[in-house]
């Protein structure tokens, strides 16, 4: 059983920055994944960003490629999402989500994963 807590979101201006956090517990292995989501009102939730066990790598969105960032401190079992020159239309719920098991063709699939956060909502005002 993966736990996920969020924490990080608030509201910003245009051009700034914000650091969410999700730390885990319970999750271990070469396929073990976390990923981040986003879901503003009205539409679907939406790929942010993924990192996978497997080699550390990392995966990003077309939104958010160049602004965002995602990292691992294993010392205190978190994955980081820093987000630089968020936009007004980068305002949502952000979610963490995780998986042992993901191939890599479902890294940007919210259905694949079974275990998530609370979420954490992020407004970016103009």
């Known amino acids: 059983q993966v736990q996920l807590v969020e924490s990080g979101g608030g509201l910003v201006q245009a051009g700034d920055s914000l650091r969410l956090s999700c730390a885990y517990s319970?999750?271990?292995?070469?396929?073990?994944?976390v990923g981040w989501f986003r879901q503003a009102p009205g539409k679907e939730r939406e790929f942010v960003s993924a990192f996978s066990w497997m080699g550390g790598r990392t995966y990003y969105g077309d939104a958010v490629k160049g602004r965002f960032t995602i990292s691992r401190e294993n010392a205190k079992n978190t994955v980081y999402l820093q987000m630089n020159s968020l936009k007004p239309e980068d305002t949502a719920v952000y979610y963490c989500a995780a998986d042992n098991r993901l191939i890599l063709s479902d890294y940007r699939r919210a259905q694949a994963y079974d275990y998530w956060g609370q979420g954490t909502q992020v407004t970016v005002s103009s």
């Open positions: 319970g999750g271990a292995g070469s396929r073990f994944v």
